[in-house]
């Protein structure tokens, strides 16, 4: 019998209603918790709506550094964008806030872990595959799975029970944001033949109404992460909380795309992600500076790998910390400053510098004074080809 459950509560539509719900079907008691990962929330107001709900004990808890230090940090040295476009955003805050719901749970004694997370989504998936492998233990309930109900049969449920909520039938967007990012789902959006209405965004202006002149910003890493932003050296949360109000302006860091979800459906996703989306084209080119082809080319798969096991809810999965290890050693060398141009829309670099640069101008410049030794290249070129020439030989003597 479930007597104590641990919500994690977000302060909106699904995680109020589901207060109700849970004290309801379980005559439990029920205690939320909050993290601020820097969502731009006013948590007081989250933390009274929810005694307000009937609540036995309400968590605000700042984890905002420790996003930025444990989750954001080693998704820029992976460079990670699922499918090539998604940062990673909400996926990396998953494992976090089941980590502090276990933690929550563990000190109040209680017996289950809630979260408002539907059946068709991965951040399901990413819970609860979290929780589990903290503590297999605790029972995880899943109220919207099990229930079924339609965003507007939640919107009714709050009227009917006196639920305080911030939207309506007429403008139904799911929202979830945190330092790294800002997702929009629902209404006009699941419509993948539709352009996203300007309502939608809050982060970012629309690229033809950005300045008509361009703003150059410098970004300084150490060890494949930045440490300062136009040559002041900043504390992760305000590099990057600065970061998005500059490129957001820009209108950089809009993102439409279909994505594949975990679960198997295709989904039409829409993000803001202005800091994520220069930090990561930043960090890329950094890297093409100072580490060899052949760290380059094979990280580009490693780094897919990993942007796949965070999206699919294997943040604490062996293969993770196996690919951790792999990057953390590339990153001993990426150092240096990386300059990048914002304009109506675009993160362009224009500009990079490491002391640990593998571009020598002796060699690439094409003046006379270059240390290139050009005879030197014939040779390659017939050992390069070799293998493509005796494959067609034989093609053509009808042997391939």
Not at 220 to 225: I, K, L, M, T
Not at 370 to 386: D, H, R
Request: with cysteine; proline share 5%.
């Amino acid at each position: 019998m479930v007597k104590r459950i641990v919500l994690a509560y977000s302060g909106g539509l699904d995680t109020s209603v589901l207060i109700k719900w849970l004290q309801e079907k379980y005559g439990a008691e029920v205690i939320t918790v909050t993290l601020d990962v820097g969502q731009r929330e006013d948590l007081k107001a989250i933390e009274e709506k929810a005694y307000r709900l009937g609540v036995l004990k309400h968590y605000s808890i700042d984890a905002k550094d420790e996003f930025a230090r444990n989750y954001v940090f080693p998704a820029i040295k992976a460079n990670a964008l699922y499918e090539g476009k998604y940062p990673v955003s909400t996926a990396l805050s998953r494992p976090l806030i089941a980590s502090k719901l276990v933690e929550v749970a563990e000190r109040e004694h209680a017996d289950a872990v809630a979260h408002g997370c539907t059946g068709k989504g991965n951040d399901q998936v990413r819970i609860e595959v979290s929780v589990k492998a903290l503590n297999p233990n605790l029972k995880v309930i899943a109220p919207i799975r099990e229930w079924n109900m339609t965003r507007d049969a939640e919107i009714d449920f709050a009227r009917e029970h006196g639920i305080p909520i911030l939207v309506d039938k007429g403008k139904p967007y799911s929202i979830d944001q945190n330092l790294w990012g800002r997702s929009i789902e629902c209404g006009i959006l699941e419509h993948p033949d539709k352009e996203p209405p300007e309502d939608a965004f809050e982060w970012t202006v629309a690229p033809e109404k950005a300045p008509n002149e361009p703003e150059y910003v410098s970004i300084e890493f150490e060890s494949g992460v930045p440490v300062a932003l136009n040559g002041r050296s900043m504390e992760p949360v305000n590099l990057i909380e600065s970061l998005n109000s500059i490129a957001g302006r820009h209108g950089v860091g809009r993102i439409d795309h279909m994505e594949d979800r975990l679960v198997g459906i295709k989904s039409r996703e829409v993000y803001e992600c202005p800091a994520a989306t220069v930090i990561i084209e930043a960090h890329k080119d950094l890297e093409k500076l100072v580490l060899t082809r052949h760290e380059v080319l094979f990280k580009q798969h490693i780094d897919a790998e990993w942007a796949y096991l965070v999206y699919a809810g294997l943040w604490m999965d062996p293969l993770k910390e196996d690919l951790d290890a792999f990057i953390n050693k590339t990153q001993e060398r990426v150092n240096g400053e990386v300059r990048v141009k914002l304009f109506k829309g675009n993160g362009l670099v224009v500009g990079r510098s490491s002391p640990y640069s593998l571009y020598d101008i002796h060699l690439a410049t094409y003046n006379i004074d270059t240390t290139f030794n050009q005879a030197s290249s014939a040779g390659f070129i017939e050992l390069w080809g070799l293998p493509t020439r005796v494959a067609r030989a034989l093609k053509r003597i009808g042997k391939g």
